[in-house]
Nanobody, 126 residues
Framework: QVQLVESGGGLVQAGGSLRLSCAAS????????MAWFRQAPGKEREVVAGINWSGGSTYYADSVKGRFTISRDNAKNTVYLQMNSLQPEDTAGYYC???????????????????WGQGTQVTVSS
């Protein structure tokens, strides 16, 4: 079993920044792609960013390209999401997830992930 715990969410004004962390425990996630998803009330869960097992390949949703940066530290079993230039439309619960299957690439479908964190809330005021 893998436990994923997100932290770093909060309330920020538009234009501000937050850094989310996703700490894994139980088993290493170093050989798995990881992703951040978000879900706003009344909306479907959508992928925000993903990173392959080595950190050498990343994926971003068009809505966050140039503003968000995903990274990982496999020695710390942790994945990060640096969010800059936040906008009210970024308000959502943010979840990290582990890709099903070792060494597989990032997938934008949440069905391709087998372990999820409990989420951290990000609220951006205008």
């Amino acid at each position: 079993q893998v436990q994923l715990v997100e932290s770093g969410g909060g309330l920020v004004q538009a234009g501000g920044s937050l850094r989310l962390s996703c700490a894994a425990s139980g088993r290493t996630v170093s050989s798995y792609a990881m992703a951040w998803f978000r879900q706003a009330p009344g909306k479907e869960r959508e992928v925000v960013a993903g990173i392959n097992w080595s950190g050498g390949s990343t994926y971003y949703a068009d809505s966050v390209k140039g503003r968000f940066t995903i990274s990982r530290d496999n020695a710390k079993n942790t994945v990060y999401l640096q969010m800059n230039s936040l906008q009210p439309e970024d308000t959502a619960g943010y979840y990290c997830a582990r890709r099903s299957g070792q060494l597989m690439g990032v997938l934008d479908n949440p069905n391709g992930y087998d372990f999820w964190g409990q989420g951290t809330q990000v609220t951006v005021s205008s």
